[in-house]
């Protein structure tokens, strides 16, 4: 049963003289049906009564049935609300419900609107919500109650678009403001805040305003006017790629459903190459003494003494053609290093002819421009 159960009286006949129900002995009634026996099973629950008075004999107990009727259940959507041009995914849980009983729930419901489309224009729709799912709900005679979407007319772009960072470095992100609706709207503060892992690394106080249409606070943005404010990152926060250093942009405003909010993201990177040979030092790498026709390959060992990934493109060899990269066992070309892992890069030196021959070993990968040159290079050095 979807509710506590409310017994009625039971009905009596065959009553002598002016005698009423309430002058009987007092009636017991027993039923198996229970609070929590489902409506489902409805009317197939016997029922019976007993009773004791000097005044009849016999008294016949006619067996009646139990019905279990659904208990009434709302569920009402949640109001939600969104900037202009961004699709919103309204999800299956932000409803709310009345009473349940017996355990029972509501785990999801369907929820549709108008106004989630990108294009939607700036305004309020409804939420419709159908098709709940939980247990226990054929119990239940459910109203859905329609919930408000409010569309502001506030646009944000681009959202969500610092990208990848070094450590240490500088990045920069415009934010176009766009007002959308028909009428202005102030705006009265900028500020980064929670939620986020990374406050710090976004430039606060580098936060600035919104030329040409706003250049003090508060005014007003107006209808159909755009303006573009810019948010600086200096990532020290130690926050590596994949995890994402995030934190808040917050728009104090007078447009519906204010205030806006939107987050701000970047994938903070600090690959480091170190390099380790035999014959190299400080950038050179020469090669032991080398007869004509013979040839001498050196293992240069190449670890990512940084935070995050070190990859590598192609190495490549310019200058004398003496000198060649030893593809087949050179594991760094093309290859993705972890923090602390390492790879070879595999150089011969095979001179044709007699004398002293130089090159170059260019090292592609993605390594910390602010901590090392990138690409690296090695001078290469040889004599016969």
């Known amino acids: 049963m979807a509710e506590p159960c409310r017994p009625s009286p039971p009905a009596v006949t065959g009553l002598a003289g002016s005698d009423t129900v309430?002058?009987?002995?007092?009636?017991?009634?027993?039923?198996?049906?229970?609070?929590?026996?489902?409506?489902?099973?409805?009317?197939?629950?016997?029922?019976?009564?007993?009773?004791?008075?000097?005044?009849?004999?016999?008294?016949?107990?006619?067996?009646?049935?139990?019905?279990?009727?659904?208990?009434?259940?709302?569920?009402?959507?949640?109001?939600?609300?969104?900037?202009?041009?961004?699709?919103?995914?309204?999800?299956?849980?932000?409803?709310?419900?009345?009473?349940?009983?017996?355990?029972?729930?509501?785990?999801?419901?369907?929820?549709?609107?108008?106004?989630?489309?990108?294009?939607?224009?700036?305004?309020?729709?409804?939420?419709?919500?159908?098709?709940?799912?939980?247990?226990?709900?054929?119990?239940?005679?459910?109203?859905f109650v329609n919930g408000t979407l409010t569309v502001s007319a506030l646009e944000i772009t681009p959202l969500n678009a610092f990208g990848t960072v070094y450590l240490n470095g500088v990045g920069l992100q415009l934010i176009t403001l766009t007002n959308k609706g028909t009428t202005g709207f102030t705006i009265s503060g900028l500020s980064i805040t929670a939620p986020g892992n990374a406050l710090a690394d976004y430039l606060t106080a580098n936060i600035t305003l919104c030329p040409p249409m706003i250049e003090k606070l508060p005014a007003t943005l107006p209808a159909g006017k755009s303006c573009t404010i810019g948010v600086g990152i200096h990532p020290t926060v130690n926050i590596f790629s994949p995890i994402a250093s995030t934190a808040t942009f917050m728009i104090a405003d007078t447009a519906a459903g204010n205030p806006h909010s939107f987050p701000l993201t970047a994938l903070v990177i600090d690959p480091l190459a170190s390099f380790n040979a035999s014959g190299l030092s400080s950038g050179k790498l020469t090669f032991p003494t080398t007869p004509v026709s013979?040839?001498?390959?050196?293992?240069?060992?190449?670890?990512?003494?940084?935070?995050?990934?070190?990859?590598?493109?192609?190495?490549?060899?310019?200058?004398?053609?003496?000198?060649?990269?030893?593809?087949?066992?050179?594991?760094?070309?093309?290859?993705?290093?972890?923090?602390?892992?390492?790879?070879?890069?595999n150089v011969k030196f095979a001179p044709t002819k007699s004398g002293t021959f130089t090159g170059t070993l260019t090292i592609n990968d993605n390594a910390n421009p602010t901590v090392e040159n990138n690409p690296q290079t090695i001078t290469l050095s040889g004599t016969t």
């Open 294 to 345: 013979s040839t001498n390959t050196v293992s240069i060992t190449v670890t990512n003494s940084g935070k995050s990934q070190l990859i590598f493109g192609t190495p490549a060899i310019s200058g004398s053609g003496d000198f060649t990269v030893v593809t087949g066992t050179s594991t760094c070309i093309g290859a993705t290093v972890q923090p602390a892992g390492m790879c070879v890069i």
């Open 22 to 143: 309430a002058s009987l002995g007092t009636i017991t009634c027993s039923t198996t049906a229970t609070s929590t026996s489902p409506v489902i099973a409805s009317p197939y629950y016997p029922s019976s009564c007993s009773v004791v008075d000097a005044n009849y004999s016999p008294i016949t107990d006619v067996s009646g049935t139990v019905q279990v009727t659904p208990a009434p259940l709302t569920i009402t959507a949640n109001k939600q609300s969104k900037n202009y041009g961004v699709a919103l995914a309204l999800g299956t849980t932000a409803f709310t419900t009345s009473t349940l009983y017996n355990g029972n729930t509501v785990t999801s419901v369907t929820l549709t609107s108008t106004g989630a489309a990108a294009a939607a224009a700036p305004g309020t729709y409804s939420i419709v919500p159908s098709a709940a799912v939980g247990t226990g709900l054929t119990n239940y005679t459910i109203t």
